[in-house]
């Protein structure tokens, strides 16, 4: 398993780290490394997302939703 120094962390994000670990009852390293899972996921899925074709569906999505919203307030009463 390989290592990874991190440099120059503010103080008050080591002080939120620590805190979190000892709130989860882990370690700093635990709460890094799904942190920076999370990252890589979040990056891989906007890269991909990015490669997809767009669509055109006619209108802005923004007025379809708000036709739909006063389509089920009518519904609802």
């Known amino acids: ?12 994000l080591h002080r939120n780290l620590r805190r979190s670990a000892a709130k989860r009852r882990c370690t700093i390293s635990d ?7 999370r990252e890589l996921a979040r990056s891989a899925f906007r890269d991909r997302l990015a490669k997809r074709p767009t669509t055109d569906i006619g209108l802005p999505a923004a007025a379809l939703l708000e036709e739909e919203r006063r389509e089920r ?3 609802l009463g």
């Open 1 to 12: 398993m390989a290592n990874l120094q991190v440099k120059g962390i503010p103080e008050s």
């Open 31 to 37: 709460i890094v490394i799904a942190a920076v899972e």
């Open 73 to 75: 307030d009518k519904r």
